[in-house]
């Protein structure tokens, strides 16, 4: 389980500063930022292949969150070509994350 506490405050950081950066148009921001996407989805898949059980509901949600994880590399992608469609790709993700926060155990 600290592995993921771990893995959860390296990715929020990584996203923090990558965003940051690039809206300051730093150089390389992009790739810092697809760092935090990246170990965010695998934070997520590990979390979710750890948590399969009986309970459906349960592993559903995690689920869910892995997908939510998916937003975060699309946002990465757009961050590559220059695009400011970023930005709702990330808002859609923290939207989502904040939902499921409410909805686990």
């Known amino acids: 389980m600290k592995i993921h506490t771990i893995l959860i405050s390296v990715f929020a950081v990584l996203l923090v500063v990558g965003a ?3 809206t300051l148009d730093i150089p390389y921001s992009e790739y810092i ?5 990246l170990v965010a989805m ?8 750890q948590n399969k059980t009986d309970d459906k509901r349960t592993a559903r ?4 969150n892995f997908v939510a994880t998916l937003f975060l590399g699309v946002a990465a992608w757009f961050m590559f070509i220059h695009s400011t469609s970023w930005v709702p790709f990330v808002l859609i993700y923290a939207l989502i994350v ?8």
């Open 33 to 37: 930022f697809a760092a935090g996407a």
């Open 98 to 105: 904040f939902f499921l926060s409410f909805r686990v155990k």
């Open 20 to 22: 940051v950066l690039f």
């Open 61 to 64: 949600l995690h689920g869910l």
């Open 42 to 49: 695998v934070q997520a898949f590990l979390y979710a292949i």
